[in-house]
T-cell receptor, first 113, second 108 residues
């Protein structure tokens, strides 16, 4: 089955700790995205990548970092500089370009201990 | 991504009633995509509109793109409990524009 896999489903972070959220897709999509969703709120774009080895900041990139070393993978690191990391994180992919429909993973819920 | 105004923010309907959500932009949009997110779930793509005045239907759902390509609507006829969730629009070209979402509750 083709799709996007995010792991883990739930993640707990201690103060001052960096954590990495995994996102893998086997759809052969060029573009990948990371979003943050707070309770009752809409999506906010953190980072996106349209090709391997290239990525762009979204609206709320501060405190986050990404890499795109492989087409299939787009991991997101939530650094200790992100002071309010508790949120639902969604990864998505599309064939390429912002005008293409996006396929979303099941998300990772990050909480602070 | 910038924001597209989406109204209403919340809508409670009795099962069988109709429901409509609207996305409005101050700038011309190249396309509009609609997604549905069930409570606790992830967004699922519903449809994309690209032409001025375009209307598309999916069973009880009707999607419209305005003539000026600055607004769009999603209309559900005779809602069912399976329709509950948040519906949001997304438009992308050089930048991504997101609707803030409308949360639909259907009362049985």
């Amino acid at each position: 089955d083709g799709g996007i896999t995010q792991s883990p489903k739930y993640l707990f972070r201690k103060e001052g700790q960096n954590v990495t959220l995994s996102c893998e897709q086997n759809l052969n999509h060029d573009a990948m995205y990371w979003y943050r969703q707070d309770p009752g709120q809409g999506l906010r774009l953190i980072y996106y990548s349209q090709i391997v080895n290239d990525f762009q900041k979204g609206d709320i990139a501060e405190g986050y970092s990404v890499s795109r070393e492989k087409k299939e993978s787009f991991p997101l690191t939530v650094t200790s500089a992100q002071k309010n990391p508790t949120a639902f994180y969604l990864c998505a992919s599309s064939r390429g370009g912002h005008n293409q429909p996006q396929h979303f993973g099941d998300g990772t819920r990050l909480s602070i201990l | 991504g910038q924001q597209v105004m989406q109204i209403p923010q919340y809508q409670h309907v009795q099962e069988g009633e109709d429901f409509t959500t609207y996305c409005n932009s101050s700038t011309t949009l190249s396309n509009i995509q609609w997604y549905k997110q069930r409570p606790g779930g992830h967004p699922v793509f519903l449809i994309q509109l690209v032409k001025s005045g375009e209307v598309k239907k999916q069973k009880r759902l009707t999607f419209q793109f305005g003539e000026a390509k600055k607004n769009s609507s999603l209309h559900i006829t005779a809602t069912q409990t399976t329709d509950v969730g948040t519906y949001f629009c997304l438009s992308g070209a050089n930048n991504l524009f997101f609707g803030t979402g409308t949360r639909l509750t259907v009362i049985p």
